[in-house]
Protein backbone atom coordinates (compact mmCIF):
# COMPACT_ATOMS: atom_id res chain seq x y z
CA UNK A 1 0.00 0.00 0.00
CA UNK A 2 1.29 3.39 -1.05
CA UNK A 3 1.62 6.27 1.32
CA UNK A 4 -1.11 7.97 -0.92
CA UNK A 5 -3.13 5.18 -0.40
CA UNK A 6 -2.66 5.54 3.60
CA UNK A 7 -3.45 9.13 3.67
CA UNK A 8 -6.94 9.05 1.48
CA UNK A 9 -7.95 5.90 3.61
CA UNK A 10 -6.75 8.89 7.15
CA UNK A 11 -8.56 11.78 5.54
CA UNK A 12 -12.20 9.82 4.74
CA UNK A 13 -11.79 8.35 8.69
CA UNK A 14 -14.23 10.26 11.18
CA UNK A 15 -11.30 10.78 13.47
CA UNK A 16 -10.12 13.27 10.84
CA UNK A 17 -12.94 14.60 8.91
CA UNK A 18 -14.11 15.96 12.71
CA UNK A 19 -10.48 17.37 12.64
CA UNK A 20 -10.92 18.55 9.18
CA UNK A 21 -14.13 20.08 10.05
CA UNK A 22 -13.37 21.68 13.57
CA UNK A 23 -10.14 23.64 11.99
CA UNK A 24 -12.43 24.90 9.19
CA UNK A 25 -14.44 25.93 11.40
CA UNK A 26 -12.88 27.72 14.43
CA UNK A 27 -9.52 28.26 12.68
CA UNK A 28 -7.46 25.66 14.53
CA UNK A 29 -4.24 24.08 13.04
CA UNK A 30 -4.44 20.68 12.34
CA UNK A 31 -0.78 20.35 11.86
CA UNK A 32 1.91 21.22 14.15
CA UNK A 33 3.76 23.80 11.30
CA UNK A 34 1.77 26.55 10.63
CA UNK A 35 3.91 27.29 7.09
CA UNK A 36 5.61 25.71 4.58
CA UNK A 37 2.94 22.61 4.72
CA UNK A 38 4.74 19.36 2.81
CA UNK A 39 3.50 17.83 -0.47
CA UNK A 40 1.88 14.78 2.39
CA UNK A 41 0.12 17.55 4.03
CA UNK A 42 -0.92 19.25 1.12
CA UNK A 43 -2.45 15.69 -0.52
CA UNK A 44 -3.99 14.95 2.93
CA UNK A 45 -6.17 18.31 3.06
CA UNK A 46 -6.75 17.90 -0.72
CA UNK A 47 -8.17 14.69 0.20
CA UNK A 48 -10.23 15.54 3.25
CA UNK A 49 -11.95 18.54 1.34
CA UNK A 50 -12.82 15.92 -0.90
CA UNK A 51 -14.31 13.12 1.20
CA UNK A 52 -15.86 16.06 3.26
CA UNK A 53 -17.70 16.80 -0.14
CA UNK A 54 -18.42 13.16 -0.38
CA UNK A 55 -19.74 12.68 2.89
CA UNK A 56 -22.21 15.78 2.32
CA UNK A 57 -23.41 14.12 -1.02
CA UNK A 58 -24.32 10.91 0.96
CA UNK A 59 -25.77 13.35 3.59
CA UNK A 60 -28.15 14.56 0.85
CA UNK A 61 -28.74 10.89 -0.39
CA UNK A 62 -27.30 12.08 -3.83
CA UNK A 63 -27.39 9.00 -6.07
CA UNK A 64 -24.60 6.41 -6.47
CA UNK A 65 -22.88 7.75 -3.33
CA UNK A 66 -23.08 5.04 -0.26
CA UNK A 67 -20.39 3.62 2.06
CA UNK A 68 -19.40 1.11 -0.54
CA UNK A 69 -17.91 3.77 -3.07
CA UNK A 70 -16.58 5.58 0.03
CA UNK A 71 -14.17 2.83 0.82
CA UNK A 72 -13.22 1.71 -2.54
CA UNK A 73 -10.77 4.56 -4.06
CA UNK A 74 -10.88 3.52 -7.29
CA UNK A 75 -15.35 3.79 -6.97
CA UNK A 76 -14.60 7.13 -5.21
CA UNK A 77 -12.41 8.46 -8.46
CA UNK A 78 -15.24 7.23 -10.99
CA UNK A 79 -18.09 9.07 -8.53
CA UNK A 80 -15.84 12.31 -8.76
CA UNK A 81 -15.49 11.86 -12.27
CA UNK A 82 -19.32 11.43 -12.87
CA UNK A 83 -20.15 13.95 -10.53
CA UNK A 84 -17.82 16.67 -12.85
CA UNK A 85 -19.60 15.82 -15.83
CA UNK A 86 -22.97 15.92 -14.54
CA UNK A 87 -22.14 19.18 -12.87
CA UNK A 88 -20.41 20.39 -16.20
CA UNK A 89 -23.97 19.15 -18.28
CA UNK A 90 -25.90 21.39 -16.17
CA UNK A 91 -23.89 24.10 -16.44
CA UNK A 92 -24.01 23.80 -20.48
CA UNK A 93 -27.77 23.72 -20.11
CA UNK A 94 -28.17 26.64 -18.42
CA UNK A 95 -25.65 28.67 -20.71
CA UNK A 96 -27.89 27.48 -23.58
CA UNK A 97 -31.31 28.10 -21.82
CA UNK A 98 -29.70 31.63 -21.48
CA UNK A 99 -29.44 32.38 -24.89
CA UNK A 100 -32.73 30.79 -25.93
CA UNK A 101 -36.34 32.27 -24.51
CA UNK A 102 -39.27 31.67 -26.11
CA UNK A 103 -41.64 33.88 -23.65
CA UNK A 104 -40.56 36.94 -25.61
CA UNK A 105 -41.98 38.09 -28.23
CA UNK A 106 -40.26 38.66 -31.66
CA UNK A 107 -38.68 42.16 -32.39
CA UNK A 108 -41.01 43.73 -35.30
CA UNK A 109 -39.09 47.12 -37.50
CA UNK A 110 -41.26 48.61 -39.98
Do not use: H, P
Request: overall charge positive; hydrophobic content about 35%; charged content about 30%.
Amino acid sequence: MSYMSILRKLARSIKYQNAYNNAEKFGLNIFKNKFDISDAQNYFLYWCAVYNSLYEDMAMNEAYINEEVMNNDLRTDAYLVYKKRTRNKKKDDKKEDKYIRSDMDAVVFT
